[in-house]
């Protein structure tokens, strides 16, 4: 065989392609380890970021369920509990004009006594209700009035209806004393 000249002044020969195999070889037995490092290191950070994915997955399926129960949140607890008492209002001021007359009414708007805003809501306690379809709730409320604050602890029944959720309130026991018997 003849040889040839390379651009680097090399000798080309029959040995010289046995050396260039053996250098070649050399050379990915030295850069294979850190090749092989890399390698494990990369498949190390594929695995961490599998799992992260795989825990990302999962917090989204729990808060995916968690989001559709039907329990009711506390915003549509708050609104339905502010429809609720609209609606007593409005009963309330038209059962004043049935028996009272329309100055009645007139007093009562002139006294603030038909207008309120709840100033505070805050969300307790829901469980399924036993009784009705829906969830018996507890909850505190802040409600301002013409006449100053109200602050109250109650307890009533939240349930879908075609128009959004609804309340009714669990009316509590009378309670009753036997003095002096």
């Known amino acids: 065989m003849a040889a040839h000249r390379l651009a680097l002044n090399v000798t080309w020969s029959a040995y010289s392609a046995d050396l260039l195999a053996m250098t ?18 990369w498949r190390a950070a594929e695995r961490a970021t ?4 795989l825990i990302v ?7 995916i369920f968690y989001g559709h129960s039907n329990a009711p949140t506390e915003s549509q607890m708050r609104d339905a509990f502010e429809h609720y008492l609209a609606d007593q209002t409005a009963q309330t001021v038209e059962f004043i004009k049935e ?35 829906g969830y018996d709730c507890t909850f505190n409320v802040d409600i301002d009035l ?5 602050h109250r602890a109650l307890e009533g029944r939240f349930y879908n209806t075609s128009t959004g ?5 669990v009316e509590q026991p009378a309670r009753t004393s036997f003095a002096g018997r």
């Open 50 to 53: 599998r799992m992260r994915a």
């Open 146 to 150: 013409a006449n100053g604050m109200m």
């Open 57 to 63: 997955i999962s917090i989204a399926i729990g808060v």
């Open 99 to 133: 028996t009272g007359g329309p100055s009645a009414v007139e007093r009562v708007k002139a006294a603030g006594n038909d207008r309120f805003e709840i100033r505070a809501f805050r969300k307790l306690e829901c469980q399924q209700s036993q009784a009705k379809p």
């Open 24 to 41: 070649r070889a050399l050379a990915y037995k030295k850069h294979s380890r850190p090749r092989v490092v890399h390698s494990q290191a």
């Open 165 to 169: 959720i609804a309340f009714e309130l």
